[in-house]
């Protein structure tokens, strides 16, 4: 196994900032480091400098501030699979923490490297875009907030540069209304992903019948995370119908899995299992608001 | 050639000082240092066979980096206290045919970690049985777990019981604005819920200190 690089360890976000500026291009910061030793068994190109950021200043933290949840990108997976908060007004994302891998890698695994991994994405990523979160990045002269709709772009490149550490990541809660969910067919193993992976956040009016806001996301064979917007679009103010969850299921496996591409073969499985979101999602809001 | 760093670890108790480079995994370190080499086979995480607690915490040490447990705690299936429900299944491993016996660590120290974080009967399971043991020794020994977890979850929900009712006993009450320190009237057994069956567990089985003995793995 290679060995031949620098081990970093920045006391602070600071000299963390410093580090990553200097040797842009050329460090990979590592957080839990699962994916770290595992891609260099296989003959991954390790980097000139590793930049481990375990202590470079409180990034490992959750709490639901007024208006939204906070998460650190140092929070490890299995601490937000274990959060009754997050499991009550964020129901994707506690299951989609729960899901990945067995519980010694969720201990180590970070929701940061998850989502600003190289590909391929880890499975939070698709339900942090579906929750229309933002992440907050620093670099030695800035700091900004990227909505996770504008971080990969089609080629796949991140808006994150090399010298920038994200440092915080919000969403807002679900209210008696909304309801979130997250699907994942096959499973994913150390350096391969799971094939198919969706994530739904579901808004309805108050008397449970109209569809006021719908996000849908996916992610296949590994691919970028991606908005299912032509379905959002048949969803939005329409009277929840059978007819139009299987109207929407379709136009997204269609956009998802088009014809004449690999992802094809999942077309089916993402009907059903979109459909069958929905309308568990449908059925927990209205349960909830007593239509 | 990569550069060399000091690595100070605690392993099993005893401190540990070793010199190592960058891409030496924390499994090369514990192999190297404690009584038996660390079972290795998958060289991804997956088999689950190099399990250590790190700081309390389940790794697996195969996958990481012996740096980024500098300063830390590490435990393995041999380190794990003598009194506890790790240490019982230490012992039940031990007394049995295990067929090529490389899961027995992670099986100690799934155990105790299962008692430690007081999980329910089937989360247990589904912790125990996470990674696939080929061998058939998980099977033979998981209804033993249950068993002992089970006697734990009855003692520690009797002593719950008890300090409730001490809580109870103690509360001040207040009669129309005026406090008064009388003390509650005793509950009958009916009305706490609590049998006889249950006193002799409380007794017999181990208590919430012998939780925070376990936590010895952190």
Same mark, same amino acid.
């Given at each position: 196994?290679?060995?031949?690089?620098?081990? /970093?360890?920045?006391? $602070?976000?600071? @000299?963390?900032?410093?580090?990553?500026? $200097?040797?842009?291009?050329?460090?990979?910061?590592?957080?839990?480091?699962?994916?770290?030793?595992? @891609?260099?068994?296989?003959?991954?190109?390790?980097?000139?400098?590793?930049?481990?950021?375990?202590?470079?200043?409180?990034?490992?933290?959750?709490?639901?501030?007024?208006?939204?949840?906070?998460?650190?990108?140092?929070?490890?997976?299995?601490?937000?699979?274990?959060?009754?908060?997050?499991?009550?007004?964020?129901?994707?994302?506690?299951?989609?923490?729960?899901?990945?891998?067995?519980?010694?890698?969720?201990?180590?695994?970070? /929701?940061?490297?998850?989502?600003?991994?190289?590909?391929?994405?880890?499975?939070?990523?698709?339900?942090?875009?579906?929750?229309?979160?933002?992440?907050?990045?620093?670099?030695?002269?800035?700091?900004?907030?990227?909505?996770?709709?504008?971080?990969?772009? $089609?080629?796949?490149?991140?808006?994150?540069?090399? $010298?920038?550490?994200?440092?915080?990541?919000?969403?807002?809660?679900?209210?008696?209304?909304?309801?979130?969910?997250?699907?994942?067919?096959?499973?994913?193993? *150390?350096?391969?992903?799971?094939?198919?992976?969706?994530?739904?956040?579901?808004?309805?009016?108050?008397?449970?019948?109209?569809?006021?806001?719908?996000?849908?996301?996916?992610?296949?064979?590994?691919?970028?995370?991606?908005?299912?917007?032509?379905?959002?679009?048949? *969803?939005?103010?329409?009277?929840?119908?059978?007819?139009?969850?299987?109207?929407?299921?379709?136009?997204?496996?269609?956009?998802?899995?088009?014809?004449?591409?690999?992802?094809?073969?999942?077309?089916?499985?993402?009907?059903?299992?979109?459909?069958? /979101? /929905?309308?568990?999602?449908?059925?927990?809001?209205?349960?909830?608001?007593?239509? | 050639?990569?550069?060399?760093?000091?690595?100070?670890?605690?392993?099993?108790? !005893?401190?540990?000082?070793?010199?190592?480079?960058?891409?030496?995994?924390?499994?090369? =370190?514990?192999?190297?240092?404690? #009584?038996?080499?660390?079972?290795?086979?998958? %060289?991804?995480?997956?088999?689950?066979?190099?399990?250590?607690?790190?700081?309390?915490?389940? =790794?697996?040490?195969?996958?990481?980096?012996?740096?980024?447990?500098?300063?830390?705690? =590490?435990?393995?299936? %041999?380190?794990?206290?003598?009194?506890?429900?790790?240490?019982?299944?230490?012992?039940?491993?031990?007394?049995? !045919?295990?067929?090529?016996?490389?899961?027995?660590?992670?099986?100690?120290? +799934?155990?105790?970690?299962?008692?430690?974080?007081?999980?329910? #009967? &089937?989360?247990?399971?589904?912790?125990?049985? &996470?990674?696939?043991?080929?061998?058939?020794?998980? &099977?033979?020994?998981?209804? !033993?777990?249950?068993?002992?977890?089970?006697?734990?979850?009855?003692?520690?929900?009797? =002593?719950?019981?008890?300090?409730? +009712?001490?809580?109870?006993?103690?509360?001040?009450?207040?009669?129309?604005?005026?406090?008064?320190?009388?003390?509650?009237?005793?509950?009958?057994?009916?009305?706490?819920?609590?049998?006889?069956?249950?006193?002799?567990?409380?007794?017999?089985?181990?208590?919430?200190?012998?939780?925070?003995?376990?936590?010895?793995?952190?």
């Amino acid at each position: 196994m290679a060995g031949d690089y620098l081990f /970093l360890t920045p006391s $602070d976000l600071a @000299e963390a900032c410093r580090l990553l500026k $200097d040797r842009a291009g050329h460090t990979l910061p590592i957080a839990g480091g699962t994916r770290l030793v595992t @891609e260099w068994r296989l003959g991954g190109t390790p980097p000139s400098f590793v930049l481990d950021l375990a202590d470079a200043g409180d990034l490992r933290y959750r709490y639901r501030g007024s208006k939204r949840f906070h998460l650190g990108p140092l929070i490890e997976l299995s601490d937000l699979a274990g959060w009754p908060e997050l499991a009550s007004d964020a129901r994707a994302l506690s299951q989609a923490a729960a899901s990945v891998a067995p519980l010694a890698v969720r201990n180590r695994a970070t /929701l940061g490297g998850n989502v600003l991994q190289r590909p391929p994405v880890g499975d939070t990523g698709v339900v942090l875009l579906a929750l229309d979160a933002r992440i907050r990045v620093k670099s030695t002269k800035s700091e900004r907030d990227l909505s996770l709709d504008r971080l990969w772009d $089609d080629a796949g490149r991140s808006a994150i540069t090399p $010298d920038e550490i994200a440092v915080d990541v919000a969403f807002n809660p679900a209210d008696k209304k909304t309801d979130s969910g997250f699907v994942k067919i096959g499973s994913r193993t *150390a350096v391969r992903p799971a094939p198919v992976l969706l994530a739904a956040r579901l808004t309805l009016s108050p008397s449970g019948q109209i569809s006021q806001d719908l996000r849908l996301s996916r992610q296949i064979d590994g691919g970028w995370p991606r908005r299912g917007l032509r379905a959002e679009k048949i *969803a939005a103010g329409k009277r929840i119908r059978p007819d139009v969850v299987d109207e929407v299921a379709e136009a997204f496996a269609s956009e998802s899995c088009p014809e004449r591409t690999p992802a094809f073969v999942h077309r089916e499985r993402v009907v059903t299992e979109t459909r069958a /979101l /929905l309308e568990d999602l449908i059925s927990r809001i209205r349960v909830r608001i007593g239509a | 050639m990569p550069k060399e760093h000091l690595l100070r670890l605690r392993l099993d108790g !005893e401190r540990v000082t070793s010199r190592v480079t960058p891409a030496t995994t924390l499994s090369d =370190v514990v192999s190297e240092r404690s #009584a038996r080499p660390v079972p290795e086979e998958c %060289d991804d995480g997956s088999c689950g066979r190099c399990l250590v607690s790190l700081e309390g915490n389940l =790794v697996h040490a195969c996958i990481l980096l012996a740096l980024q447990a500098d300063g830390a705690n =590490v435990v393995t299936g %041999d380190g794990v206290p003598e009194r506890g429900i790790g240490a019982r299944m230490r012992r039940v491993l031990a007394s049995g !045919e295990n067929p090529c016996g490389k899961c027995a660590s992670s099986l100690v120290l +799934k155990a105790a970690d299962g008692a430690r974080r007081r999980l329910t #009967a &089937e989360d247990a399971r589904a912790l125990f049985f &996470e990674n696939p043991c080929g061998c058939g020794t998980a &099977e033979r020994v998981w209804p !033993e777990l249950a068993a002992l977890l089970e006697a734990r979850r009855l003692a520690n929900a009797a =002593v719950e019981r008890v300090k409730a +009712k001490k809580g109870k006993k103690k509360r001040k009450f207040h009669h129309g604005g005026t406090e008064s320190t009388e003390e509650a009237p005793e509950p009958t057994k009916e009305e706490d819920g609590e049998t006889e069956q249950d006193g002799e567990t409380e007794q017999d089985g181990k208590t919430e200190q012998d939780d925070e003995e376990e936590s010895g793995t952190e």
